[in-house]
């Protein structure tokens, strides 16, 4: 089974600053990574996903991503941060091996006024 | 767009008693989940259903069982509902063996037992 890291359970960041969510995970084969969004009472929306190729990837509302294979890494980043950012994210790892998706704990964005 | 409609956002119930949660998408797809999320255990896979009436058991299985009679629909029961199931419940949906698309999520429902 594969396993994710979200190092930081919880960030708190003022607003119009930057921020990066780390987001380690453990693979032997190839993976697709994917963040998720979660905003509060609501279920999981895709931010962005990376597949193959160029390992920057964008997403929605500004945020972007790093896939780095030698540093098994994932982060995510948004240069400007806004009040309405303010939310749980979760790094997911697949691969072709199986059909299920594996979930990191969760790092709580708060954007502080 | 894919769309995940779970029944109820959120549900009050007694221990002991038997509880459904519903589940249904309109996309097709073959993969149908039900994870549980709690504060600081991020979500943990209960069980996952690649065809109608075929289920896997996910890491959390103990207390609950699933039914998958119509591929758009997936149920998730509480066969006796006790305390330390109170959670926030999320079904979510995806294409069989194509692990590069993602999976797509309900609402959420949450539960609690009293």
């Known amino acids: 089974a594969q396993s994710v890291t979200q190092l930081d359970s919880q960030v708190p960041v003022f607003e119009e600053a930057p921020v990066e969510l780390r987001c380690n995970y453990s693979?032997?084969?190839?993976?697709?990574l994917f963040w998720y969004v979660q905003y509060p009472n609501q279920g999981l929306q895709l931010l962005l996903k990376?597949?193959?190729?160029?390992?920057l990837v964008k997403g929605i509302n500004g945020f972007e991503a790093e896939f780095n294979k030698s540093q098994t890494s994932f982060h995510l980043r948004k240069p400007s941060v806004h009040i309405s950012d303010t939310a749980e994210y979760f790094c997911?790892?697949?691969?072709?091996?199986?059909?299920?998706?594996?979930f990191g704990t969760g790092t709580s964005l708060t954007v502080i006024p | 767009d894919v769309k995940v409609t779970q029944s109820s956002r959120y549900l009050v119930k007694r221990t002991g008693e038997k509880v459904f949660l519903e589940c249904v998408q309109d996309?097709?797809?073959?993969?149908m989940f039900w994870y549980r999320q709690d504060p600081g255990l991020g979500l943990r896979l209960i069980y996952f259903?690649?065809?109608?009436?075929?289920?896997e058991k996910g890491d959390i299985p103990e207390g609950y069982s699933v039914s998958r009679e119509k591929k758009e629909r997936f149920s998730l029961i509480l066969e006796s509902a006790s305390t330390n199931q109170t959670s926030m419940y999320l079904c979510?949906?995806?294409?069989?063996?194509?692990?590069?698309?993602?999976?797509?999520f309900g609402d959420g429902t949450r539960l609690s037992i009293l």
């Open positions: 979510a949906s995806s294409f069989r063996d194509r692990a590069y698309q993602p999976q797509h």
């Open positions: 693979s032997s084969v190839s993976v697709y």
């Open positions: 990376y597949l193959s190729g160029s390992t």
């Open positions: 997911a790892v697949s691969t072709n091996a199986g059909n299920q998706f594996y």
């Open positions: 996309m097709d797809h073959e993969n």
């Open positions: 259903s690649y065809d109608v009436k075929m289920k």
